[in-house]
């Protein structure tokens, strides 16, 4: 193992896959305990979009699928469904399905527009590059901090929407605004280099496993840490091990991360 690691470019493939599971998975955290895992598939849809808009009029997909992305997650923030009889993963699931099929459209009338969808959809971890780690590093640095002082503010309005005790939080609510805008900026800079998918499984596998094997709240978040650098390590070592793409070489071992916690929560039940 320690000679795949000397490699440049699976060096790179591990640091960048390692702090981007680290944050998603402590924003998965708050996602799973709020009930809305579809959250990012939404906006990683609405990242696509942004792609296709911006090769619709021959821009950088880059900033417009920030723009688009950011755009969405603080219209979502506003969102507060008060009715029991809905869940805000329905209303999510609308926007998630609307967005697809206004990608589609504009894909249709691009020139370029699959080859960029393809690296939104599937990213590209073993060719990413020193601006993308530092770029990454320095967000995903600043959105951890953030979180990390005012976590106490955070945890406290995503129990409410656990709760659903969301009458009193207003219109507009502060923290929840930032929790949307940090997951949005989270998630368009890790679609863009480890697609969908994988974001999408870093943000709910690592906590739920986590949830499978704990109870405590504080050793929940570090169990869900702990989980995504052990399937980010094992995937990427996987990946080049057998030749097979990054991003779901990953995904797969953070799947079988899952089966086991399954399997020590069944275990733990039977011995109950």
Do not use: C
Request: cysteine-free.
């Amino acid at each position: 193992m320690p000679d795949l690691f000397a490699l440049d470019f699976v060096r790179s493939a591990l640091l960048v896959s390692v702090i981007m599971g680290l944050l998603l998975a402590y924003l998965g955290v708050h996602v799973v305990g709020r009930g809305i895992v579809f959250v990012d598939l939404a906006l990683g849809q609405i990242s696509m979009l942004g792609v296709a808009f911006a090769a619709v009029i021959e821009q950088d997909p880059t900033v417009i699928s920030i723009a688009f992305t950011l755009v969405g997650a603080f219209l979502m923030s506003f969102i507060k469904v008060t009715d029991k009889r809905l869940k805000l993963e329905a209303i999510i699931g609308i926007i998630y399905a609307v967005s697809s099929a206004v990608t589609v459209l504009m894909i249709s009338k691009a020139a370029h527009g699959d080859a960029d969808i393809q690296e939104v959809l599937f990213g590209s971890l073993f060719t990413v590059t020193n601006n993308q780690i530092l770029g990454m590093v320095v967000v995903f640095g600043l959105l951890g901090v953030v979180h990390f002082i005012f976590r106490k503010q955070f945890f406290a309005i995503t129990e409410k929407f656990k709760n659903k005790d969301v009458d009193d939080i207003g219109v507009f609510n502060l923290w929840n605004f930032l929790f949307y805008i940090s997951i949005g900026l989270a998630i368009v800079l890790a679609v863009r280099v480890g697609g969908v998918i994988p974001v999408f499984t870093y943000l709910v596998v690592p906590p739920v496993s986590a949830i499978l094997m704990t109870r405590g709240a504080t050793s929940l978040v570090l169990i869900a840490l702990l989980l995504s650098v052990v399937g980010s390590v094992v995937g990427i070592y996987f990946s080049v091990q057998f030749d097979f793409p990054a991003g779901s070489s990953i995904v797969a071992m953070l799947g079988v991360i899952f089966v086991v916690a399954s399997l020590v929560r069944l275990v733990r039940g039977w011995r109950g």
